[in-house]
């Protein structure tokens, strides 16, 4: 019997080519609203948003490329999303 993979296991198998310098996301880390703030912070899947002792703070570099964020945002948060040009970005390689 096969042992059933868990998120982090399958996340573990994808690849990332990011931009260490340049987001595909331009986020407004000065925003203040909680409650805006936690939505994302639960709904990101790679938990790349983060609020810890009222600090606001993000990372592009775990991104699953998603757009949950941004749709959640309704650009209060976050100002701009792309995705990322090229070769850049995540690569799923488990279902």
């Known amino acids: 019997m096969m042992k059933k993979m868990t998120i982090d296991d399958k996340l573990g198998l994808d ?3 990011t931009d260490e310098h340049e987001s595909h996301i331009d ?3 000065e925003c203040k609203d909680e409650a805006e703030i936690m939505k994302l912070v639960l709904a990101c899947p790679a938990e790349c948003y983060k ?3 009222g600090q606001f703070s ?3 570099l775990g991104c699953l490329e998603c757009g949950t964020c941004r749709v ?5 948060i976050v100002k701009s999303w792309n995705h990322p040009m090229g070769t850049i970005g995540v690569s799923f390689r488990q279902g």
């Open 72 to 76: 959640l945002s309704h650009d209060k």
């Open 51 to 53: 609020y810890v002792d």
């Open 27 to 29: 986020v407004d880390l």
């Open 58 to 60: 993000f990372s592009h």
């Open 15 to 17: 690849i990332y080519n």
